[in-house]
Nanobody
Framework: QVQLVESGGGLVQAGGSLRLSCAAS????????MGWFRQAPGKEREFVAA????????YYADSVKGRFTISRDNAKNTVYVQMNSLKPEDTAVYYC????????????????WGQGTQVTVSS
């Protein structure tokens, strides 16, 4: 069993920054890819970013490319997403997910999910 716990969400003004963290326990974190997804009210859950098991490959949605940076610290069993230049359209619940080893844009390739953390960007 795997437990994923996100933290770092909150309310921020447009143009501001937040760093989300996701701490994993219960499995060998360092052998799995990690992803971040988000879901706004009334919308489908969408891909944000992913990182391979060793951090060698990263993937981003076009909507966040150049503003968000995903990283991981395998010694701490934690994955991060640094979010800069935030926009009101980034408002959503952000979820981390674990699965595979290469990283994927598809939520169907992830086996475990956290409970989510709310990010609200005011205009």
């Amino acid at each position: 069993q795997v437990q994923l716990v996100e933290s770092g969400g909150g309310l921020v003004q447009a143009g501001g920054s937040l760093r989300l963290s996701c701490a994993a326990s219960g499995r060998t974190f360092s052998t799995y890819a990690m992803g971040w997804f988000r879901q706004a009210p009334g919308k489908e859950r969408e891909f944000v970013a992913a990182i391979s098991w060793n951090g060698g490959m990263t993937y981003y949605a076009d909507s966040v490319k150049g503003r968000f940076t995903i990283s991981r610290d395998n010694a701490k069993n934690t994955v991060y997403v640094q979010m800069n230049s935030l926009k009101p359209e980034d408002t959503a619940v952000y979820y981390c997910a674990l699965g595979g080893f290469r990283g994927s844009y598809s939520r169907h390739d992830y086996d475990y999910w956290g409970q989510g953390t709310q990010v609200t960007v005011s205009s």
